[in-house]
């Protein structure tokens, strides 16, 4: 089920993981327009396209929030539009970035894609609209592997295809593979595209998550081996892989105010079913919290406890 949310919707854009915006205590917000992805990738952590519900903002709202959050953070901000989905999924990406343009705070705008609903005349929109940055998620330049890896159709030469021309337009590319251990060639040839497109790659760490889709047979590595690995590669194929928040332009800032500490027990009013099943979005002094809970009524009030509240995002348990 496809849930859209809007102005009347009263559903506030702060406190959820899996859209709005997310303020993780930098310069940089992280802005998530939706949750559906075109893709079901084997590997991916957030389960894509498996969840109960999946949720679409309405542009004008969010930006309202964007709008907000940025007053209160401050100048030389970076829009990262991303998602738990894909971005190019948004039917209104276009008109979001138009619009974070026009916010004064903001000095730069990253879109994060898989790539595939590119085309030559939206890389040209993207660029026109405001996009410095594009990262663009690839796995694989084998034709068979990465199509297994996506998960269902996928053509690995239209995405190269599509990051040469983003190179064309002048926008800057960041390469952002998933290192999954065996693949080691994978990387190596992925390593070797960045070079010879004059991009960076900044490689992940793969990392098993409780609720996502996992690899069969493959193993995390520690951070030890992946650090280790990434250092044998940068002497082998002289170029830079450890990144850090520098390379990004990314600094320290205060955060928009945590406004409940764990063990808060709240009342929260219920609004909408959850991402997940047995999860439900509450309202609670214009802050969304997911609250765990069974067969919660819609628009009853109830009473629950903060069990978690990093970066912001609040998640409760129903007592
Ligand atoms: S990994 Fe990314 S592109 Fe792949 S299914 Fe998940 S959200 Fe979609």
Redesign the pocket.
């Known amino acids: 089920m496809l849930v859209k949310i809007n102005r009347n919707s009263g559903i506030p854009l702060i406190g959820a993981i899996q859209f709005g915006i997310i303020d993780r205590g930098t310069n940089l917000l992280q802005i998530r327009p939706t949750t559906v992805?075109?893709?079901?990738?084997s590997?991916?952590?957030?389960?894509?396209?498996d969840h109960e519900t999946d949720f679409e903002i309405e542009v004008d709202y969010l930006l309202d929030w964007i709008k907000e959050a940025a007053r209160i953070k401050g100048d030389n901000l970076i829009a990262f539009i991303e998602?738990?989905?894909?971005t190019l999924a948004y039917p209104k990406i276009i008109d979001l970035i138009i619009g974070i343009k026009k916010i004064k705070e903001f000095k730069e705008i990253i879109l994060m894609t898989?790539g595939i609903l590119l085309t030559k005349e939206k890389i040209r929109e993207l660029k026109k609209a405001g996009v410095g940055k594009i990262n663009l998620?690839i796995h694989s330049l084998d034709f068979k592997r990465s199509k297994e890896l996506?998960?269902c159709e996928y053509n690995i030469l239209h995405i190269i295809e599509m990051a040469e021309y983003i190179k064309e337009q002048g926008i800057e590319l960041i390469l952002t593979p998933v290192y999954i251990p065996n693949n080691e060639k994978d990387i190596e040839e992925l390593i070797m595209l960045s070079k010879k497109l004059g991009c960076k790659i900044g490689i992940q760490k793969y990392e098993i998550h409780r609720t996502g889709r996992k690899l069969k047979n493959v193993k995390e590595m520690t951070y030890y081996t992946f650090y280790k690995k990434l250092k044998e590669w940068e002497k082998k194929f002289d170029i830079k892989l450890l990144l850090n928040r520098r390379d990004f332009d990314i600094e320290k800032r205060a955060r928009i105010e945590t406004l409940f500490q764990k063990g808060d027990k709240i009342r929260v009013e219920v609004k909408e079913k959850g991402w997940w099943k047995g999860q439900f979005l509450g309202i609670k002094n214009n802050r969304l919290i997911t609250v765990i809970g069974e067969n919660l009524g819609l628009n009853s009030l109830i009473t629950a406890k903060i069990i978690d509240n990093k970066d912001g995002i609040y998640i409760a348990k129903k007592l």
């Open positions: 992805c075109n893709l079901k990738c590997f991916c952590s957030t389960r894509a396209g998602s738990v989905g894909e898989n998620s996506a998960g």
